[in-house]
């Protein structure tokens, strides 16, 4: 399985001048994204789950770093969010599902710990 680093790194190479950072779930955007064939991804994120919240920054300061611009990152809010989970066959939050040319590329489970994140890179 790939780390969340790896998998975003894959994603960097491929992007181009895709929309950048993070941003909600919307469906629409997330169709368009899957049309379009760039690379981006989608993190299940749960406000109650420890390891969502403790990702949460880490995520955001990865998306806005120059070496992930251009990246879009979905966060679906894995409560709420249960015909997107089915599709793609989430079970658990704080999963990560990575999307290159309109087709699912990866899924990985986001690590706890920050320290682990960036010695993926």
């Not at 969340?4 to 181009?16: D, E, F, K, N, P």
């Not at 789950?49 to 120059?66: D, W, Y």
């Not at 679906?76 to 599709?87: C, H, I, Q, W, Y």
Request: proline share 7%.
């Amino acid at each position: 399985m790939r780390s969340i680093v790896s998998a975003l790194l894959l994603m960097t190479t491929l992007s181009g001048l895709s929309r950048a950072g993070e941003m909600p779930f919307d469906p629409v955007h997330y169709e368009a994204m899957r049309n379009s064939g760039m690379p981006f991804a989608v993190v299940f994120h749960a406000d109650w789950c420890p390891i969502c919240r403790a990702q949460s920054p880490v995520l955001k300061e990865l998306t806005q770093s120059p070496d992930f611009m251009g990246v879009t990152l979905f966060v679906a809010n894995f409560d709420t969010e249960k015909l997107l989970e089915r599709s793609l066959g989430i079970s658990k939050q704080s999963t990560i599902v990575v999307f290159k040319n309109g087709k699912e590329a990866g899924v990985a489970p986001i690590k706890p710990d920050r320290p682990r994140v960036d010695n993926c890179a």
